[in-house]
T-cell receptor
Framework: KAGVTQTPRYLIKTRGQQVTLSCSPI?????VSWYQQTPGQGLQFLFE???????NKGNFPGRFSGRQFSNSRSEMNVSTLELGDSALYLC????????????FGQGTRLTVV | AQKVTQAQTEISVVEKEDVTLDCVYE???????LFWYKQPPSGELVFLIR??????QNEISGRYSWNFQKSTSSFNFTITASQVVDSAVYFCALYTGGFKTIFGAGTRLFVKA
């Protein structure tokens, strides 16, 4: 069974640009969550989607957005990139999410220069 | 408010030593789930164990063992006879619902040969 796949693995962008990250969950999983990991703030929750609906959102500015498609694949978008957006972005998939169990991808490392 | 505290930032041990990673959590919910994840240099968060708030039975799995004590709100993790491959960052996490997992700051474990 394939795990969670995140693309691309590495990305370098310039301040002011926008970026789209992709996450393909484990087959059969319908919940996808996104987290931002930085040395200073640690792992912070961005948002969670289930059946194309956002069920919860973390405390991030509106520049951070996401969506989920009917096949459960998810994308997150960051517009008007800032240097502080440099981070490892992790995606996690769950079957239902009722008990919090989640399986993570290897992440996308975004560097903003 | 929910919170997870991992007071140990870094731990360094010599191979074959036992090591315990501490985790203290805060929540007012009576139903919750606790997790330990391992993050090797590749970046992926690897699920190690999940415990629910109604199950205080401690568990041993190979060289890993977990000690869950509700009275002290602690969920500690011990690696027996550590190996170099155990070197990673270990995260304790709490889930109380809302499709959002709260992570501790992580403990970086160095195991020297």
């Amino acid at each position: 069974k394939a795990g969670v796949t995140q693309t691309p693995r590495y990305l370098i962008k310039t301040r002011g640009q926008q970026v789209t990250l992709s996450c393909s969950p484990i087959s059969g999983h319908r919940s996808v969550s996104w987290y931002q990991q930085t040395p200073g703030q640690g792992l912070q929750f961005l948002f969670e989607y289930f059946s194309e609906t956002q069920r919860n959102k973390g405390n991030f500015p509106g520049r951070f957005s996401g969506r989920q498609f009917s096949n459960s694949r998810s994308e997150m978008n960051v517009s008007t990139l800032e240097l502080g957006d440099s981070a490892l972005y992790l995606c996690a998939s769950s079957f239902i999410r009722g008990d919090g169990e989640a399986f993570f991808g290897q992440g996308t490392r975004l560097t903003v220069v | 408010a929910q919170k997870v505290t991992q007071a140990q930032t870094e731990i360094s041990v010599v191979e074959k030593e036992d090591v315990t990673l501490d985790c203290v959590y805060e929540t007012r919910d009576t139903t919750y789930y606790l997790f330990w994840y391992k993050q090797p240099p590749s970046g992926e968060l690897v699920f190690l164990i999940r415990r629910n708030s109604f199950d205080e039975q401690n568990e041993i799995s190979g060289r890993y063992s977990w000690n869950f004590q509700k009275s002290t709100s602690s969920f500690n993790f011990t690696i027996t006879a550590s190996q170099v491959v155990d070197s990673a960052v270990y995260f304790c996490a709490l889930y109380t619902g809302g499709f959002k997992t709260i992570f501790g700051a992580g403990t970086r474990l160095f195991v020297k040969a």
